[in-house]
């Protein structure tokens, strides 16, 4: 099982362009997350997903787009980048919801916006 | 709004020595896990504990939970130099249910 992965490793926009991240997992799960982290913020969720066709906001959805279309998939989308979006982007999945579960990693996508 | 902050935020050890990380959390607790975190990759998880639990161990990995002290501590026995990497709890309070990371503790094993 490959677990979580996620396309591309690396991406570098200019300001207002547009791109989107995604984000497989073969482990089945019902629940996806998007974090972002930077240095001294630790990770912080954009937005997550409780199943295939749902989407919900998290503590920085702010200029970020989600879809979930398929259960195995969760892309997460940056309509106009912006700056302050530079950071590295983490996917995560889990099979419960909440506290007792626990969650797998992708390795990450680094997003710089110049 | 941030739940878990680990303390301290950065802890530098030679090998064999033990290695203490600590959480605090601000509300009450229904489970805290923590996870490793290597240069460049993604988060993986240790170790979870439940709020009616005060230790648990896995391997060289000791933690334990503290909750009328709203904290918790990650021990690293003999540590090498693999355990080189960040260290996260991650919790909430009651009600809200998502995982809410900490900063994190950078450790560094030195040779």
């Known amino acids: 099982n490959a677990g979580v992965t996620q396309t591309p490793k690396f991406r570098v926009l200019k300001t207002g362009q547009s791109m989107t991240l995604l984000c497989a997992q073969d482990m089945n799960h019902e629940y996806m997350y998007w974090y972002r982290q930077d240095p001294g913020m630790g990770l912080r969720l954009i937005h997550y997903s409780v199943g295939e066709g749902t989407t919900a906001k998290g503590e920085v959805p702010d200029g970020y787009n989600v879809s979930r279309l398929k259960k195995q998939n969760f892309l997460l989308g940056l309509e106009s980048a912006a700056p302050s979006q530079t950071s590295v982007y983490f996917c995560?999945?889990?099979?419960?919801?909440?506290?007792?579960?626990?969650?797998?990693f992708g390795p990450g996508t680094r997003l710089t916006v110049t | 709004s941030q739940q878990g902050e680990e303390d301290p935020q950065a802890l530098s050890i030679q090998e064999g020595e033990n290695a203490t990380m600590n959480c605090s959390y601000k509300t009450s607790i229904n489970n805290l896990q923590w996870y490793r975190q290597n240069s460049g990759r993604g988060l993986v998880h240790l170790i979870l504990?439940?709020?009616?639990?005060r230790e648990k161990h896995s391997g060289r990995l000791r933690v334990t939970l503290d909750t009328s002290k709203k904290s918790s501590s990650l021990l690293i026995t003999a540590s090498r130099a693999a355990d080189t990497a960040s260290y996260f709890c991650a919790t909430d309070g009651p009600r809200a249910q998502k995982l809410v990371f900490g900063q994190g503790t950078r450790l560094t094993i030195n040779p």
């Open positions: 504990i439940r709020s009616n639990e």
């Open positions: 995560a999945s889990s099979y419960g919801w909440g506290q007792r579960y626990e969650q797998y």
